[in-house]
């Protein structure tokens, strides 16, 4: 790993630390030249997924685009960087037990907006518009009133 001071490649680890859902670690790290400490992250490499969109392309699943597309929603909402993380997490063990490697776009949306509304209304809201890509306001009416109706 490289020294984000001195860009140097040699480190040391100082302290390792497994998430909760223990699908990452997170280890400090001491560069041996210039003594910066910096963090890095080492999560699970899922090989071989693929998406099917609406018109039946497929491409290879993308966990930074699943996260922008979260990131996007929340913008400037009360949740933090873990809850995201751990949401993608979830979303994606999730999908993966259904669907082993061929996962529809819609399950993928469903499964994130699903976790959203339990997150932040407004986050879910955000998410769905563009999902769901909605036409006018009387759409977005329409989703915030479900919200308020009992889940069965």
Known sequence: MRCSKCTSIDDKVIDS???????SI???RECLECGHRFSTTEMLVREGLMVVKRDDRRE???RHKLGRSIHAAC???PIDEEQILMLVED???VLEAQFDTQIP???IGDAVMQRLSRIDQVAYVRFASIYKQFRDASEFIHE?????RPQA
């Open 26 to 28: 997170r280890r400090r």
């Open 144 to 148: 915030i009133n479900a919200l308020d």
């Open 60 to 62: 290879e699943f993308d």
């Open 75 to 77: 913008h400037k909402r």
């Open 17 to 23: 630390r497994i998430s909760k859902e223990g699908t």
């Open 91 to 93: 979303v994606i063990d």
């Open 105 to 107: 776009s819609r399950a």
